[in-house]
């Protein structure tokens, strides 16, 4: 996470950065990338909440569509209420989805 976090307060100025998962970090990281931001960096990333970045895209869970890509994906009728039950613990959180299932397929396979 530090040398990452380096790159982003340091940034080169012909690069694009991509961050997925940026809620990982602390608000006192945030911050220090936020102020860097006037350094020429340009970032990416996905996040629950804004910290404080402008908002290209805001998406809204969508379970159609996740239920959708998970059927897509794997034909198992019982992944789907696995899919169900994660998108509704997670608040929509796709991720937690994709997570859930890939430990439910896991355990099938072990």
Not at 10 to 36: C, K, N, Q
Request: a positive charge.
């Amino acid at each position: 996470r530090k040398a990452a976090l380096d790159k982003l307060l340091h940034p080169s100025t012909d690069m694009l950065y991509f961050m997925d998962g940026g809620e990982v970090l602390s608000a006192l990281d945030w911050w220090r990338i936020r102020r860097s931001g006037r350094t020429g960096l340009k970032l990416i990333a996905t996040l629950h909440n804004s910290r404080g970045l402008d908002i290209l895209h805001r998406t809204t869970p969508d379970w159609p569509l996740t239920k959708e890509l998970v059927t897509s994906l794997h034909q198992d009728a019982r992944l789907e209420e696995v899919a169900r039950s994660a998108y509704r613990d997670s608040r929509g959180n796709v991720r937690e989805v994709f997570r859930a299932c890939c430990w439910t397929c896991a355990r099938d396979e072990a």
